[in-house]
């Protein structure tokens, strides 16, 4: 096959204690998935149909590289979420059955100009201007699931330049992980490679350029994040 121009390298997440790394396809995002969380921005915590939104593989951002602060937005806030990583995939795939899609999991953030993200919603629009930009979602290298199993509970958390800003449970998820992988699967065909963010608990908040974020989730990992 030749190319008119050179295509871009894989996208890849390093995975914790092993030299391979896992090549990324979609990043699929689960909006006000903890219900404090879909209070504080004035939305109604009963389990409505989850809703989703795409960030794009090249958005991810390394561990140990620094989130520069994004064009265009006086208002950059950070959502801690745990993040879930596929191995297979298919379409109409049955709850009891989608863990065994799940490679791993790991730390990631969402990061969101919830200016842009404000306007867009008073103007109907989407908001990849407001979610896809680049290095939006800073992540922590990938823990195989066969070390640590399916975790349905546990505490996350964000601190920022030491404060506790962000702090919930993954139980508290009002869609849980299976659960998110089935109903994606009735609106994509999902592939191994794919990345669900699954929401953030309450406490999102804006960056200043020189803070340090500093995420974890007990059982799976941390994440430290300077904003350059």
Same mark, same amino acid.
């Given at each position: 096959m030749k190319f008119v121009f050179p295509p871009l390298p894989q996208t890849v997440i390093p995975v &914790?204690?092993?030299?391979? =790394? +896992?090549? =990324?396809?979609?990043?699929?995002? =689960?909006?006000?998935?903890?219900?404090? #969380?879909?209070v504080e921005?004035? #939305?109604?915590?009963?389990?409505?149909p989850p809703f989703f939104f795409q960030k794009n593989r090249d958005n991810l951002l390394p561990e140990g590289t620094d989130f520069p602060y994004p064009s265009m937005t006086g208002d950059v806030h950070h959502e801690i979420e745990l993040m879930v990583a596929l191995k297979s995939g298919g379409t109409s795939i049955a709850v009891a059955d989608a863990l065994d899609c799940v490679f791993g999991y790991g730390v990631a953030l969402d990061m969101t100009r919830r200016d842009l993200q404000a306007k867009m919603k008073d103007m109907g629009r989407p908001w990849e *201007?407001?979610?896809? +930009?680049? #290095?939006?979602?800073?992540?922590?290298?990938?823990?195989?699931? @066969?070390?640590?199993? #399916?975790?349905?509970?546990? @505490?996350? &958390?964000?601190?920022?330049?030491?404060?506790? &800003?962000?702090? $919930?449970? %993954?139980?508290?998820?009002?869609?849980?992980?299976?659960?998110?992988?089935?109903? %994606?699967?009735?609106? +994509?065909?999902?592939?191994?490679?794919? *990345?669900? %963010?699954?929401?953030?608990?309450?406490? *999102? @908040?804006?960056?200043?350029?020189?803070?340090?974020?500093?995420?974890?989730?007990?059982?799976? $990992?941390? %994440?430290? *994040?300077? =904003?350059?």
């Open positions: &914790r204690g092993q030299d391979a =790394v +896992f090549p =990324v396809n979609r990043i699929y995002c =689960v909006g006000r998935n903890y219900a404090a #969380h879909a921005m004035g #939305h109604d915590p009963d389990r409505d *201007v407001a979610k896809a +930009f680049e #290095h939006s979602a800073p992540c922590a290298p990938l823990v195989p699931a @066969a070390e640590i199993g #399916h975790p349905s509970e546990g @505490a996350i &958390r964000l601190k920022v330049n030491g404060e506790l &800003r962000q702090q $919930g449970d %993954l139980n508290q998820m009002i869609w849980k992980v299976p659960e998110m992988i089935s109903y %994606l699967s009735d609106l +994509f065909e999902l592939q191994a490679g794919d *990345v669900i %963010l699954t929401g953030t608990p309450s406490g *999102v @908040a804006a960056v200043q350029r020189g803070d340090i974020m500093e995420g974890e989730i007990d059982g799976i $990992g941390t %994440l430290r *994040v300077a =904003v350059a």
